[in-house]
């Protein structure tokens, strides 16, 4: 289904080639700055050489602004290639449904075509324009930040890793609650646009016939249950980052705690400390990007 469907993609293929290329090149220069980072603190500000902090200050701010361009160059590489998608797929849409018999059109109704047409081409280019950086970023992120984190210190390591499957579930969870309530939602959207179109064609024999009343009530019942199904959606998508919060936190004290005392003993600098909690907020961050 996903091949057919980004098959409409051909023409704008190369933008979205170039923006996974400014999103992963971005993922390197940002887990460069920790690195760098950590060895501003180890060896610049505990010798206090000034000249070397000044200088790894300059190559953190060099990463910061070579991210920065390619972020705003894989967002608008992605956007165009979401937008040219949405544009093709309404295209094909519309042909397809030219191409219908009075028969075949009769299987469906009107409000349907419409919302078919609408909102949910635009769920679908908006879902390729945003999504194109978490679904590529997040699993690189994951693995990179993961390898580099048990590089630092791989016992330090262990002890955020007994707390990320805990992180893993929940999101999980999550989405599996959330993605059927999305389907309910596009089906309210769906009864609203139906009874809207309803009225506006059938809007004389409505005022004829004295049934306002009548259909206001239906307008609503039906608006109320697109409130509803829309408030249950987003309520439990909301859940995400309370979750990763309440989960996260926890894992960073012990990170402190342990930390402070692997310091102590020598066995780890306070820079690789600062670095080792650098490559858990992203590791965190990449679970956020891959369950959104």
Known sequence: MLIRLFSYMN????????????I???????????????DLIDVGVS?????????????MVGCALIALVLGVGSARFAALTGQGLGAELRKAEYEKLQGYSFANIDHFRSSSLVTRLTSDVTNIQNAVSMGMRPFCRGPMMLVVATGVAFSINHTLALVFFVAL??????????????????????TA????NRIIQENLTAVRIVKACVRGDYEVEKFEE????????????FRLAALNMPAMQFVMYGPILAILLFGGYLIQ?????????????SYVLQIL????????
């Open 222 to 233: 039906g608006n109320q249950n697109l409130r509803q199904e829309s408030e249950t959606a």
């Open 165 to 186: 499957p805990i992180l893993a579930a929940a999101l999980f969870t999550i989405t599996m609650k959330v993605r059927p309530l999305y389907s309910r939602m596009q």
């Open 47 to 59: 010798s206090g050489d000034r000249a070397y902090i000044y200088m790894k200050g300059l190559q």
């Open 189 to 192: 959207i769906d009864t609203v």
């Open 11 to 22: 023409q704008y293929k190369k933008y979205a080639a170039l923006a996974v290329v400014c």
């Open 24 to 38: 992963m090149t971005e993922g390197v220069f940002e887990l460069l700055v920790p690195l760098i980072m950590a």
């Open 285 to 292: 961050n990449s679970l956020m990007m891959i369950s959104n």
């Open 265 to 277: 003993k020598g066995s780890m600098k306070v820079g690789e400390l600062t670095g080792f909690l």
